[in-house]
């Protein structure tokens, strides 16, 4: 079963920030974030993945609570090609412990 | 670097015959292959985990002998459909391990598998 709780839907204007939210109370101290986006009718995408200290790449910034229990995955300008499932999934990292159990996601619909 | 192919993209076949489905690490050695389904509007399952050259690990519930996963190299993973029904008609997507300590996974663009 996915470990995290995502809303099944959000909107957002094309330009503007979509923030991602994403609850995984039951997270373990050695098991990071991650976050995958699907664009339909292909295989997902990583986006970035996040222990505990906010981190940026160039598509997206992953905002991480003090508690680890909720994170946030924002997209600072989005555009019509970010609409797509978003899947937050959380799992140890390193060898051994590679198994991806996504959820329902997030689909993000970004509008004109 | 670290893409995934998968081939072919679409197949359509007939109920009751064999559909292999071919997923490649282009250019870097995947110790680790993930099979997944994904129906309509569903999100992705986890069919099996295969190793190179032993034998894969079927999630609970996925027949074994009714999807041979083959992984003979550390490129190339096929999963063979057996007897394909039109209940078998579904996306399926691998994804490839880096053989490193991260072991992040990279996914393939995905198989439209159409059973009439």
């Known amino acids: 079963d996915a470990k995290t709780t995502q809303p099944p839907s959000m909107d957002c204007a094309e330009g503007r920030a979509a923030n991602l939210p994403c609850n995984h109370s039951t997270i373990s101290g050695n098991e990071y974030v991650y976050w995958y986006r699907q664009i339909h009718s292909q295989g997902p995408q990583y986006i970035i993945h996040g222990l505990k200290n906010n981190e940026t790449n160039e598509m997206a910034s992953l905002i991480i609570t003090e508690d680890r229990k909720s994170s946030t995955l924002i997209l600072p300008h989005a555009t019509l090609r970010d609409t797509a499932v978003y899947y937050c999934i959380v799992r140890p990292r390193g060898t051994g412990f590679q198994k991806l159990v996504f959820g329902t996601g997030t689909r993000l619909l970004v509008s004109p | 670097g670290a893409v995934v192919s998968q081939h072919p993209s679409r197949v359509i076949c007939k109920s009751g015959t064999s559909v292999k489905i071919e997923c490649r690490s282009l250019?870097?050695?995947?110790?680790?292959m993930f099979w997944y389904r994904q129906f309509p509007k569903q999100s992705l399952m986890l069919m099996a985990t295969s190793n190179e050259g032993s034998k894969a690990t079927y999630e609970q519930g996925v027949e074994k002998d009714k999807f041979l996963i083959n992984h003979a190299s550390l490129t190339l993973s096929t999963l063979t459909v057996t007897s394909a029904h039109p209940e078998d008609s579904s996306f399926y997507i691998c994804?490839?391990?880096?053989?490193?300590?991260?072991?992040?996974?990279?996914f393939g663009p995905g198989t439209r598998l159409t059973v009439l």
């Open positions: 250019d870097f050695q995947a110790t680790t």
């Open positions: 994804s490839a391990s880096l053989t490193s300590s991260d072991n992040e996974q990279f």
